[in-house]
């Protein structure tokens, strides 16, 4: 693709259905919902209904189009997938077939601006929701990379069908709430206009923010950070370098204490048997690519002249152990493959084996810990000498 086709002075078409969208929300969000409020005052049903539809439109981004047909890192029961479709359309983010051709085309080009269709690297305006906006050669689709989605029904009803659908869903629901509630109006200006208006900044800025501001735990080489203050406003989709360095995770928070209630919602769903195949990566390729990343920053260190022999010489022997342990860990791939292509492996020999992977794991989180501290002490001893 021709670098011209990325210069800001061409004159660009505008697609004008998301600009007057986007613009219509967010003028009745930010004039009119406090307008309406100051002069005749919301209920708390009003504010209820706000946060519960939001909360099913963010859930159905982050749990369906984002984690399930996305990366098809678990499966769910049909009818799952019929309320993850109805409640993203309800969303305004266009549909499942879109919205996943152009997340797979970002996660596969991340960053290029030529062919990532919300690249960070063009700045926050872009990412977040200039894209959109305007005729780029990236906003063509020929939906190549989904033909695995074409083939689902549901997503193709969807697809099919999506203007009525929204329809049905962005005026029917608020319209009900509204003649229960006796307040149409601000009903509509609550859990129509202020929550798409919410749901569609929050979602953009995992897009811009979180590929712009927080930490890179796994990769240091992508522009997607963990960012934990968006995070909380996006069911968990903060923790956006992990998901980048390991996108086959079903899981995005992936410790216990991470706030990520799309991994509880869908762990607890598999317990009812209405989500499956939850997949996980290895915690041994997650310890290995935080490790990884440390010694790159450790080799760093070590160039400063006034860093002493001592910490050279650990780092040499951490190099050294962190090899063989890797090595161990290939043999113990090999095993598991040799193993399953010539029977089923018993329930005591993958037992074995899991444990011998945790193990490694377990090591590897050690030696982690001992290389962060070794250069946190190799800083402090820099400053001290410094003159």
């Keep these: 693709m021709n670098t011209t086709s990325i210069n800001s002075t061409v004159k660009r078409k505008r697609f004008w259905p998301p600009t007057l969208l986007f613009a219509i929300t967010g003028l009745l969000a930010i004039i009119v919902v406090p307008l309406y409020g100051f002069i005749f005052g919301y209920h708390w049903y009003q504010w209820l209904a706000f946060a519960a539809m939001g909360a099913l439109c963010s859930f159905s981004i982050a749990a369906g189009y984002h984690r399930l047909w996305s990366h098809k890192s678990y499966e769910a029961h049909w009818s799952l997938r019929i309320f993850f479709a109805l409640f993203g359309a309800a969303a305004l983010q266009d549909t499942i077939l879109k919205w996943c051709d152009h997340h797979r085309h970002h996660h596969r080009f991340i960053d290029d601006n030529d062919r990532d269709p919300y690249s960070a690297k063009r700045g926050l305006w872009f990412s977040h929701i200039e894209w959109m906006l305007r005729e780029y050669p990236t906003s063509h689709q020929n939906f190549n990379n989904v033909r695995d989605l074409q083939r689902d029904k549901i997503v193709m009803w969807q697809h099919n069908n999506y203007l009525p659908i929204t329809v049905a869903m962005n005026l029917g629901i608020p319209s009900l709430l509204g003649i229960i509630a006796g307040d149409l109006v601000g009903m509509f200006l609550l859990a129509g206009a202020l929550r798409i208006f919410f749901c569609h900044h929050t979602t953009f800025m995992v897009n811009s923010l979180v590929h712009k501001f927080g930490r890179k735990p796994y990769r240091d080489d992508i522009s997607a ?49 209405i989500t499956r ?111």
Excluded at 310 to 325: D, I, M
Excluded at 341 to 355: D, H, L
Excluded at 357 to 384: D, G, V
């Design 225 to 273: 950070c963990d960012n934990g203050a968006v995070n909380l406003l996006v069911f968990g989709e903060g923790y956006h370098n992990f998901h980048h360095a390991f996108q086959i995770d079903y899981r995005s928070g992936i410790h216990w204490f991470q706030y990520d209630p799309v991994k509880w919602v869908i762990k607890a769903l598999s317990l009812a048997g």
């Design 277 to 387: 195949n939850l997949k996980v990566v290895s915690p041994v390729k997650i310890e290995r690519a935080k490790l990884e990343l440390q010694f790159k920053k450790a080799r760093h260190i070590q160039k400063n002249r006034l860093v002493d022999k001592s910490f050279k010489e650990v780092l040499r022997n951490e190099e050294k152990q962190f090899a063989n342990t890797l090595a161990e860990w290939e043999k113990l791939q090999l095993q598991k493959g040799k193993a399953r292509g010539e029977r089923e492996p018993s329930k005591w020999e993958q037992a074995k084996i899991q444990t011998k992977t945790n193990e490694i794991a377990y090591r590897l989180k050690m030696q982690s810990e001992r290389i962060q501290a070794l250069m946190e002490h190799s800083r402090k001893m820099i400053t001290l000498v410094a003159p």
